[in-house]
């Protein structure tokens, strides 16, 4: 099978933006073989000593209320009374049901944690997201990465059945674009303002 060429993965990558579930089809669900394919690109990721540190749950139909009432839940754990922001609560129990995919996406340190550091397995599943973001972008679906602070909160890790050493580093939604949505569009600096170039010429 021929590889993409360069100006088609620049243009894929570039294309990529984070859609938010209210720019979601709620109506249109994603087949099975295509999340199955994304997920596995995901894992296609580097990782140092291949301990693959990941694992995904994947939220779809009325999994997807349960998801949204633990994520309320935790939020009224771990927030005091005086930060308590009924937006973000309300919020917490729409978004999980405007997606028709949710994924939580693990880090999971096999045997708690072994040679590899964690900074490094972190890395790894960072990588395998963007892998996972960067195939749904090929296949026409949006989504996003979000990393609310309760997802580090005791009942909603313990719920995911994570062990001390693991996290869930993020939510990813994924579904249709919205018909009509205007895809939003982005900007990066210079790259002038982040490139240090070295050459050989200015060692002596
Ligand atoms: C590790 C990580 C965590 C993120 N968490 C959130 C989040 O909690 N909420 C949010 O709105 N966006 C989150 N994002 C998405 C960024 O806001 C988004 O990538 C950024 O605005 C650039 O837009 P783009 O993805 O369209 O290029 C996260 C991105 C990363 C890489």
Not at 105 to 120: C, F, N, Q
Not at 156 to 171: I, N, P, Q, V
Request: charged share 25%.
């Amino acid at each position: 099978m021929p590889l993409p060429t360069l100006a088609d993965l620049s243009a894929l990558i570039r294309h990529r933006r984070s859609i938010k579930p209210t720019d979601l089809d709620p109506s249109r669900s994603v087949a099975q073989e295509l999340l199955c394919q994304i997920l596995e690109d995901a894992t296609w990721a580097p990782n140092h000593g291949l301990t693959e540190p990941w694992k995904f749950h994947v939220f779809q139909g009325n999994a997807r209320s349960l998801l949204a009432q633990k994520l309320q839940n935790a939020y009224r754990e771990i927030t005091p009374p005086s930060e308590f922001r009924e937006d973000k609560y309300i919020k917490m129990g729409e978004n999980p049901r405007l997606a028709p995919v949710v994924i939580a996406a693990i880090l999971e340190r096999h045997g708690g944690g072994g040679k590899i550091p964690e900074i490094e397995e972190i890395e790894a599943v960072a990588s395998a997201l963007q892998n996972l973001q960067l195939s749904a972008t090929a296949a026409g679906l949006g989504g996003y990465w979000s990393s609310p602070p309760v997802l580090d909160a005791p009942t909603f890790r313990a719920w995911l059945g994570l062990r001390d050493a693991d996290r869930c580093l993020g939510l990813i939604y994924l579904g249709w674009p919205r018909p009509g949505l205007a895809w939003p569009r982005s900007q990066r600096r210079p790259l002038v303002e982040k490139v240090v170039w070295h050459h050989a010429e200015l060692d002596s």
